[in-house]
């Protein structure tokens, strides 16, 4: 079994993202029979560090409940709306604890073959966590994300209820299950934004 695995925590999943996934489509073509690309929504967990290393420093920055507003369900459901619309069957979707944290239980989820896919964005967390699974003598393979999309912009732009700009900045069947969560959160709230 050969794996393909775009991981992230999709927070939200952006253009950015579905352009690497793009790409990442057409590697996995080129794999043939036995191949599979999996994208594995990350769990967040904060302050757990146990270990001096870079990527878990830099991850734990990352998992930061601020950095998180939406749950793995809604990024599960976002995931799904887009993958209905692109009908591949050899694309899966999980969600899987951080690799740093729970490598024994990643390595038994993927056996076989394992190819990592991440951005290459100039962001030193993605350098960080290509030499992490390099180190774990898995591939390693970096796809240009050339959009300029930033999740942090985006995540700005939900909490303000930017809708113009929140929508500029996802797949159409991602935006409406990511504004849904936002519309609610109004509601419940009786019509007065929060930040959460």
């Not at 878990?56 to 887009?82: K, V």
Request: with cysteine; charged share 20%.
């Amino acid at each position: 079994m050969q794996w393909l695995i775009f991981t992230g925590r999709f927070q939200p999943f952006h253009n950015g993202h579905a352009a690497v996934l793009q790409r990442s489509r057409e590697v996995l073509s080129m794999r043939g029979e036995g191949a599979s690309l999996v994208l594995a929504i990350i769990a967040s967990s904060p302050g757990t560090a146990n270990s001096g290393s870079q990527f878990t420093r830099t991850a734990d920055e990352h998992h930061a409940a601020s950095r998180n507003p939406w749950c793995a369900g809604t990024r599960l459901a976002a995931l799904n709306s887009l993958l209905a619309e692109i009908a591949d069957p050899r694309i899966l979707i999980t969600v899987m604890p951080r690799p740093d944290l729970s490598w024994e239980l990643v390595d038994a989820w993927f056996p076989g073959k394992r190819t990592w896919i991440i951005p290459e964005a100039g962001e030193e967390f993605d350098d960080n966590k290509a030499a992490f699974f390099a180190s774990q003598g898995d591939g390693v393979l970096r796809i240009p994300e050339t959009t300029g999309a930033s999740g942090r912009l985006l995540r700005d732009a939900w909490l303000e209820r930017n809708e113009a700009l929140f929508r500029a900045g996802v797949p159409k069947a991602c935006f409406e299950v990511y504004w849904k969560e936002a519309l609610d959160q109004n509601e419940s709230m009786g019509g007065h934004i929060s930040k959460p």
